[in-house]
Each structure stands twice: as structure tokens, then as C-alpha cells.
């Protein structure tokens, strides 16, 4: 089983700062077949970025998606007041498996 | 718009069983893949299982292997999610999600669906 571990748990920032998380593979995600989600509480998880760097339908470009192999990154470029939530990766080469969870908090 | 629509909030026993069902909102499975994702209060995602109803073959993680059962009917274009030998450990909104492929990411969610083991 691939284990995805997100770094920080926790992110304080601002409306307009930059937000970076981090999702670490255990083994190599091949094809970059991953993706990743935001989710905001009552609410199912929703869609932002696959194949690692593919914005989903109707997601904004501040949202930004990179890397490849077992290290990649999710970049929010200028935060709005509606990003505070959280958001998890999930990769899908082998079976599927989701990482814990990062919380961008203001 | 997809729209996966589950079935409501259910209260189970410990050692019992619970069903919960999944339907598109423009009524057919095409060739997708259904998921099935829960999440435990206050905790994160975790992928159950998913089956290709056209292909009636479900895959399962191998956490739930001998108690999960997912399955299609396709006249009535619903998915079913069964979970056997419940314990408060299997308290959780559950989720059905769409994939193209199985595995693969999941671009359609359902509401969710809180199953609540209590005595």
C-alpha cells in the first residue's frame, strides 16, 4: 500500500498569502496519478487537481498542482477568504489511498 | 450537472449490518466507476472499495476484505454499499464517488450518508 503523508497538518495564514503543502509518497506514484481535494466542514470533498498538475472543471488558477514521483506540492497562490479549508491528496497508481489531511486556517 | 444521490442517515446496531445506495442524477452508471469513501468524525478520507457496474467486478481494500460487499443493479442504475459486523469503529458520513476508471480520482461526489453505530 502507498502511504501519503501531507505536511503541515496545520497552516495559519492570511487572505492573499501563498499556501504550500506538501504530500509525501511512500513508493512512486507512476504516471503522476495523483490528486487532490478540498473539503470544507458538511461538505463532501471536492475535486481540484489531478494527473499531479491538471486543474479540474471551473477551478481557478490560483489553485496549482506539481510534482512527480513521490514528492508533490499544492500551491494556492493568493488565498482567498473561501480556500480556508482543508485539503487532501490522494494517489491512484496503485489502489487508491488519500493522505491524512492538511488544514489551511487563517 | 452529475449528481450522485445516496440514500439517508441510519442508526445500526453493533454486529449488525447496514446498506447504503448511490444514484446518478441522470440515471445511468455509463462505463464509470462507483467508489465508496468514508470519513470517521473528525478524521480524514479513506477509499472502501468501487466497482464498474458495466463490468460487475468490485475491487475492495484489503481492510474491509470479508465484511464489505459493493454492488450494481444496473436496471435501476444504483450502487450499493453493504457493511457487515459493524462496531462503533464504523460511525462515519460515507461517500460514494465517481471515478472514469477503477482506481482512479474522483471527480462527483454524493451528499454523504452518517451511519451511526450505537447500542
Known amino acids: 500500500e502507498i502511504v501519503l503523508t501531507q505536511s503541515p497538518d496545520t497552516l495559519s495564514l492570511s487572505p492573499g498569502e501563498r499556501a504550500t503543502l506538501s504530500c509525501r509518497a511512500s513508493q512512486t506514484v507512476r504516471g503522476n496519478y495523483l490528486a487532490w481535494y478540498q473539503q470544507k466542514p458538511g461538505q463532501a470533498p471536492r475535486l481540484l487537481i489531478y494527473?499531479?498538475?491538471t486543474r479540474a472543471t471551473a477551478i481557478p488558477d490560483r489553485f496549482s498542482g506539481s510534482g512527480s514521483g513521490t514528492d508533490f506540492t499544492l500551491t494556492i497562490s493568493s488565498l482567498e477568504p473561501e480556500d480556508f479549508a482543508v485539503y487532501y491528496c490522494q494517489q491512484y497508481f496503485n489502489s487508491v489511498t488519500f493522505g491524512g489531511g492538511s488544514k489551511v486556517a487563517i | 450537472q452529475v449528481r450522485l444521490v445516496q440514500s439517508g442517515a441510519d442508526v445500526r446496531k453493533p454486529g449488525s449490518s447496514v446498506k447504503v445506495s448511490c444514484k446518478p442524477s441522470?440515471?445511468?452508471?455509463?462505463?464509470?466507476?462507483i467508489n465508496w469513501v468514508r470519513q470517521a468524525p473528525g478524521q480524514g478520507l479513506e477509499w472502501m472499495g468501487g466497482i464498474i457496474p458495466t463490468l460487475g467486478l468490485p475491487k475492495y481494500a484489503q481492510k474491509f476484505q470479508g465484511r464489505i460487499t459493493i454492488t450494481a443493479d444496473y436496471s435501476t442504475s444504483t450502487a450499493y454499499l453493504n457493511l457487515s459486523s459493524l462496531t462503533s469503529e464504523d460511525t462515519a458520513v460515507y461517500y460514494c464517488a465517481r471515478g472514469n476508471a477503477l482506481p482512479d480520482y474522483f471527480g462527483y461526489w454524493g451528499q454523504g450518508t452518517l451511519v451511526t453505530v450505537s447500542s
Open positions: 441522470g440515471g445511468t452508471f455509463n462505463n464509470f466507476a
Open positions: 494527473g499531479a498538475s
